[in-house]
C-alpha cells in the first residue's frame, strides 16, 4: 500500500509502515489494545488511517467500522477483566497502590451515579482510555448500564477521530500539532473538574461526618441529662415516702 504524498507528523510518520504493511489489521488491533488497557497508539492509528483513506489508499467506512468495533470490544474486554479480577487485585495489593477497599467502595459509589458519563467521554482522555472499562468492571458496574456507554462513547471517539484524520488530509501536519494542543487543555480541564468535584465530595463527607459527631454527642449528653433526672426523682420519692412514716 503506498503511503500518502503529505509529509507526515510526530509519531503519525513512525507508524506509517505499519500501517503500509498491515492496513486494516494494524487498526484493528492497535484501537482494541488502546480500549483494554495497554498503553499503544492506538488513536494516533486511526487518525493515520483516516489520511490513508482520505487519499484514496484505504476504504473510509471500512476504517470507521473497523475501528468502532475494536474500541467497543476492547472496552468491553476491559470491564470483564475488572469484573473477573479487578476486586481480588485490589484487595490483595491495592494497598501498594493506594487503593484501599475504602477508597475501592467510595469509587463504586461514584460510577454509580456518573459511570455512564465517565464511560462515554473516557476514550477522550489518554489514560482514562486505557482503564475505564476496567475500573468500570472492578466497581461492579452493571453490564446493561456498561454496554450502551460503552458503544456510544466508541461511536463518539471514532467519528472525532476518523473525521479529523480524513477531512484534515494535506494538512494534516498543521491539523495534527492543533488538535494535540487541544487534546491537552481538554485533558487539563478535565482533571481540574475532576478534582473540584472531588474536593466537593471530601468537604460534604466532612460535613456529614462532623454533623453525625453533633447528634451523638447532643444524644448521649440527653442520655445522661435523663439519668440524672431519673435519680434526682427517685431520690426526692424516697424522701417522700420516709417523712410519710413519720408520726
Known amino acids: 500500500m503506498p503511503a ?6 510526530g509519531a503519525l510518520s513512525g507508524l506509517a509502515p ?17 480500549n483494554c488497557g495497554v498503553p499503544v497508539p492506538g488513536q494516533t492509528i486511526l487518525v493515520l488511517a483516516s489520511v490513508y483513506a482520505g487519499t484514496g489508499h484505504l476504504d473510509f467506512a471500512g476504517v470507521v467500522v473497523i475501528a468502532f468495533a475494536a474500541a467497543a470490544l476492547g472496552n468491553t474486554l476491559g470491564c ?14 491495592g494497598r501498594y497502590v493506594l487503593i484501599t477497599p ?11 451515579r456518573h459511570g455512564g458519563k465517565v464511560v462515554t467521554v ?15 468492571g472492578t466497581t461492579g458496574m452493571s453490564w446493561g448500564r456498561f454496554l450502551p456507554f460503552n458503544l456510544l462513547g466508541a461511536a ?43 474536593l466537593r465530595q471530601v468537604l460534604r463527607y466532612r460535613r456529614r461526618r462532623r454533623r453525625r459527631e453533633g447528634a451523638d454527642a447532643g444524644a448521649e449528653d440527653a442520655g445522661a441529662g435523663g439519668a440524672g433526672t431519673g435519680g434526682a426523682g427517685t431520690e426526692h420519692t424516697g424522701t417522700e415516702d420516709a417523712s410519710s412514716e413519720e408520726p
Open 4 to 9: 500518502p504524498d503529505t509529509p507526515l507528523p
Open 18 to 34: 505499519l500501517l503500509d504493511h498491515y492496513g486494516y489489521l494494524a487498526v484493528a488491533l492497535l484501537v482494541l489494545l488502546d
Open 80 to 93: 470483564l477483566i475488572g469484573r473477573t479480577g479487578g476486586r481480588a487485585f485490589v484487595h490483595r495489593w
Open 102 to 112: 475504602e477508597r475501592l467502595a467510595r469509587a463504586e459509589g461514584f460510577f454509580s
Open 122 to 136: 473516557a476514550r477522550f482522555v489518554d489514560g482514562l482510555r486505557q482503564t475505564n472499562g476496567i475500573i468500570a
Open 156 to 198: 463518539l471517539w471514532t467519528g472525532v477521530w476518523a473525521g479529523f484524520g480524513y477531512v484534515a488530509g494535506a494538512n494534516i501536519g498543521t491539523v495534527y500539532r492543533t488538535a494535540l494542543r487541544y487534546q491537552l487543555w481538554f485533558a487539563v480541564g478535565l482533571g481540574l473538574l475532576v478534582a473540584a468535584f472531588l
